[in-house]
């Protein structure tokens, strides 16, 4: 393929191939290991990823309002843990001049997701709620169809179709038509009723049974995850009102103290060691020679961020709903900071939209609020851009500054949520105990107990059929002893 068709190809495609063992595993397995359906596959992808220039597509060669209709985004994650790519069909109209730019909006979506997720499989939303004979366009659905099982291998899940409008039925039997029995399999159809076996309420808007009040907009695309900043969506709460700043002080102080406790104990530890006088002062920069996860720092060109990967939340029976984020500016200007999250309705974050002055650190506190439980799957983006002296760090500058603030010069750090089941994190937990287990050994603990109980409930389930089958042969026994015995009475009754 190669030989007779290389300047059909994209020369970085060629490249990723032969480097990237995953992508290739992916079309083998989406071809079922048969390697010439492979290569075919393989040269269409790179043929199509040409044409479209998959490689080049950025936000700046797309028509704006393409972004801004909102008719295409990712959003959510189902019940298996997949990120969900939505497809609001009421907002797309057939016109077959902007065929070629709404498929390469389909293509940038998934190419930037490819790129941030390393191809982790996507989950498909068709939201066909408000729709009619007007908005079929099959030309696009196919070319959605074909993304998924000819150019992004091992790429799909399933497809949700939700509420789908009984005039399109045989719109869909042609559908059908175009996918392998494979991909027939993942369809799913839906209604309000039912679409909670596939996605759960927490990413679900209202018009589908759900409680997700994410609202997609644009600009700016930092992260379609990351569209709404913490405590600037929703009500507070009455918990939330009532907490004082007393409360919050007591908790800064109380985790100030457990640091400074943690770097005497590293002091002690460590006395061979020559520790400069910066990681003396700076407690976010103190790390022990075997420092916990927790204690980690990000080193970023604006801000140091510690944690530097995930933060500690407990379970609701752990009861621990706080935790500490530690900001230092290591730049000669103010830098303005925005904390943002995947799951806005959950968090509150004290200060959320702030600046922080040349030198020195910044504690914000996360916290739950409500009802809510932290989950695996939310996460936290951290923005930092660098401010003129000149300008001020209210809140109307603040404001003016990130809409004015270009793209290239905002720094972004990503944070996941780690759940605690039965012990605490360290450190920059709020109210925690220094405890000296790595939290990567708490991670393979509860890997191993998962592992344990799916062990321990098939050993149950093969015991209950042991059971069973004990409480047949019983049965079975007696009913033979039974027939048994009244044979022998007949016979004896036929010879008296």
């Not at 004979?133 to 949700?160: E, M, Q």
Request: aromatic share 10%; glycine share 4%; with cysteine.
């Amino acid at each position: 393929y190669l030989l007779d068709k290389s300047d059909k190809y994209d020369s970085r495609d060629v490249e990723r191939l032969q480097q990237d063992d995953k992508w290739v595993e992916n079309y083998l397995i989406w071809r079922h290991d048969v390697v010439d359906d492979t290569l075919k596959m393989i040269d269409e992808s790179f043929q199509w990823r040409k044409e479209y220039t998959v490689n080049d597509l950025s936000e700046s060669v797309l028509p704006k309002w393409l972004f801004e209709i909102g008719a295409l985004f990712l959003h959510g994650y189902d019940k298996e843990g997949y990120k969900l790519f939505w497809f609001k069909v009421k907002h797309h109209t057939r016109d077959p001049k902007q065929q070629l730019d709404k498929k390469k909006l389909v293509a940038f979506w998934l190419e930037h997701y490819a790129k941030r997720d390393h191809g982790k499989p996507l989950t498909v939303v068709f939201d066909m709620a408000e729709t009619g004979i007007s908005h079929i366009d099959l030309d696009f659905v196919r070319f959605i169809v074909n993304c998924f099982t000819d150019y992004y291998p091992n790429f799909l899940t399933k497809i949700v179709i939700f509420e789908m409008p009984w005039i399109m039925n045989a719109a869909f039997k042609i559908v059908k038509g175009w996918l392998g029995p494979d991909a027939i399999s993942m369809l799913k159809f839906t209604n309000k009723s039912d679409v909670q076996e596939y996605i759960s309420a927490e990413y679900l808007p209202p018009h589908m049974g759900g409680t997700d009040s994410f609202k997609y907009s644009y600009p700016p695309l930092v992260d379609d995850d990351f569209q709404t900043p913490l405590c600037e969506n929703g009500p507070i709460t009455n918990e939330d009102e009532h907490e004082s700043k007393e409360e919050i002080d007591a908790d800064t102080k109380e985790t100030g103290e457990l640091n400074e406790a943690q770097n005497l104990n590293q002091k002690k530890m460590n006395s061979i060691e020559q520790i400069s006088k910066s990681e003396e002062t700076d407690k976010t920069e103190v790390k022990p020679k075997n420092a916990k996860k927790a204690l980690t720092t990000f080193k970023g060109p604006l801000l140091h961020i510690s944690p530097a990967e995930e933060l500690y939340f407990g379970s609701k029976e752990t009861g621990e709903k706080k935790c500490l984020i530690v900001l230092t500016n290591v730049t000669k200007n103010v830098v303005a900071f925005k904390v943002r999250t995947t799951a806005p309705e959950k968090y509150r974050v004290k200060p959320s939209n702030s600046s922080c002055e040349p030198g020195t650190s910044l504690d914000i506190i996360v916290s739950l609020h409500g009802g809510f439980a932290a989950s695996l799957q939310d996460r936290f983006l951290i923005m930092a851009a660098e401010m003129d002296q000149s300008s001020g760090a209210g809140v109307p500058e603040l404001t003016q500054f990130w809409k004015d603030v270009p793209r290239t010069k905002v720094m972004e750090h990503r944070l996941r949520c780690h759940v605690i089941e039965s012990s605490k994190p360290s450190s920059l937990t709020l109210k925690d105990n220094a405890s000296n287990i790595p939290a990567k050994t708490n991670e393979d603990l509860h890997i191993q107990l998962t592992r344990l109980l799916q062990i321990n409930k098939r050993l149950e389930e093969q015991m209950n059929r042991c059971l069973w089958f004990q409480q047949l042969s019983v049965v079975l026994s007696l009913l033979s002893v039974t027939v048994a015995a009244f044979c022998f009475y007949l016979a004896y009754a036929q010879s008296s």
